[in-house]
């Protein structure tokens, strides 16, 4: 059959639906010819057919009713941007009526991924999502071909730009965290709910998402351990500073003998340290290979145009694939399934922030609990608070999470700590 356009039905015109469309108006020739074939935006479904979209489009494209897509036999590629997990019973109904995928949603893709590629293979198609982890910046299609010689050794990266954009604010700017988020919403680079962001649950599904193709095995989500920036406080991010750190939201994934290990947590960064660089919401991630080496992919990691920019490649890709009738293979359903390492095996650096009662004696005290569980201390500052208050803030060298742990509980029984106000992870490499 000769096709004049290679026709799509779009769920979802929002910050990254919006920027799609933009990228397809804006670029349309080069898009044109690098698929070898015209794409048309058929039909877009949307919740309001009221509200004001950031992009032009006939109202007469805009509908409610998502079987006006999905039941439309002229429509070859959905392209999901409406988010969350009840998109997935869309997802499944284009699959079942031969509709190729692209998706931005790594909610779906990390918890449900496996299954849709299954159903994807079986229908004799494929799911695209490069958008789903770091915007803007190619990883998803690096991972699966450029690197694919490799053994992947380690993740290491910033992978959420909203959690990014505030630690950036409120260390440069001062700016206060609920501000911070505001703004980031504003730009549109928070999810529907940010609590997804701000918890670290965002980037623990795009870690999913990596360390799947990375270390070549199915992840459950819920073995990354996970914690968030909502508790983080402005002192936290000066005390930082001042002994010559930032505060980042990472990512971390590693294979060891042991198994893989999978992280996402706040930590004190080196200010000489590149991920000390990335600002804003500006993404990074470090991939250590046994063949290549380390490599570091760069770049905006949440927006409208970033984003589109992800979508649109795939979109060219499936367009392609589909003129030539030629089909990348899926390689996700022939991963292994490999141990996950519990976090207290593995070995850290701790920040750690008290206060204190003022009096002689109780420095001898903490210096004796961290001596007894081997955890040794690399920095001290003591600060005072109010009278008869210290504010102690320590870093440690790098040892078992399990011996730190037995240190903090050992210290939170000492009679001359009040409080223990802050613990993070120290990452120096
Ligand atoms: P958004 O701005 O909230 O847009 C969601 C769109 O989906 C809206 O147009 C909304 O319609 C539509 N929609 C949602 N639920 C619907 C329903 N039940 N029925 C009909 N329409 C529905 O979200 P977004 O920021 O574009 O994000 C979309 C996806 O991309 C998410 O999976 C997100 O995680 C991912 N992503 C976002 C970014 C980013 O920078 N924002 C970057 C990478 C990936 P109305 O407009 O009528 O309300
Ligand atoms: N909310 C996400 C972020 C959007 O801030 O990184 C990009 O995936």
Redesign the pocket.
């Known amino acids: 059959m000769v096709r004049d356009a290679v026709k799509v039905g779009l769920?979802?015109?929002?910050?990254?639906?919006?920027?799609v469309m933009k990228i397809l108006q804006i670029n349309s020739e080069q898009i044109r010819s690098r698929a070898g074939i015209n794409i048309e935006v058929k039909k877009?479904?949307?919740?309001?057919?009221k509200?004001p979209?950031a992009v032009e489009v006939e109202s007469s494209l805009l509908t409610?009713n998502?079987t006006e897509i999905l039941e439309d036999p002229e429509i070859d590629v959905v392209i999901?941007?409406?988010?969350?997990l009840?998109?997935r019973v869309h997802v499944e109904e284009a699959l079942r009526r031969k509709k190729y995928v692209i998706?931005?949603?790594?909610?779906?893709m990390a918890t449900a991924g496996a299954s849709l590629l299954r159903l994807a293979r079986d229908n004799g198609r494929n799911i695209y999502y490069e958008?789903?982890?770091?915007?803007g910046i190619p990883l998803i299609r690096p991972l699966k071909h450029s690197l694919g010689a490799n053994k992947i050794l380690r993740l290491v990266g910033i992978i959420n730009?909203?959690t990014n954009y505030i630690l950036t604010r409120m260390d440069l700017e001062n700016m206060e965290f609920n501000d911070a988020l505001a703004e980031a919403q504003a730009r549109?680079?928070?999810?529907?709910n940010p609590e997804?962001d701000l918890e670290g649950k965002?980037a623990a599904y795009k870690l999913s998402i990596l360390a799947g193709l990375a270390f070549n095995s199915q992840i459950h989500f819920d073995t990354v351990n996970v914690e968030g920036i909502s508790n983080l406080k402005q002192r936290d991010i000066l005390y930082a500073r001042e002994l010559g750190f930032t505060i980042k939201l990472l990512a971390i994934g590693e294979e060891r003998a042991d198994g893989l290990t999978l992280r996402v947590h706040p930590a004190l960064v080196p200010l000489t340290h590149p991920l000390a660089g990335v600002l804003y919401?500006n993404n990074a991630l470090y991939v250590e290979g046994n063949a290549v080496g380390e490599v570091m992919f760069y770049g905006p990691?949440?927006?409208?145009l970033?984003?589109g920019s992800?979508v649109v490649a795939d979109l060219i890709d499936v367009a392609r694939t589909i003129n030539h009738h030629v089909e990348n293979g899926i390689i996700e359903i022939a991963f292994h399934d490999k141990k996950v390492v519990p976090l207290e095996e593995l070995e850290s650096a701790f920040y750690l922030r008290l206060l204190a009662e003022d009096q002689s004696g109780v420095f001898a005290g903490l210096a004796n609990a961290f001596s007894e569980e081997m955890v040794s201390l690399d920095m001290i500052i003591q600060k005072r608070s109010r009278e008869g208050e210290a504010e102690i803030v320590l870093v440690t060298h790098a040892e078992k999470e399990k011996s730190f742990n037995a240190a903090l509980a050992s210290i939170q029984k000492f009679s001359g700590i009040k409080a223990v106000k802050s613990v993070y992870r120290v990452i120096r490499k």
């Open positions: 769920l979802g015109l929002g910050t990254v639906g919006a920027g877009i479904l949307v919740r309001d057919l509200k979209r409610t998502v999901e941007l409406m988010g969350g009840a998109a998706t931005a949603n790594k909610d779906l958008a789903s982890v770091g915007g730009g909203t549109g680079f928070a999810e529907q997804n965002d919401e990691g949440a927006g409208a970033p984003t992800s």
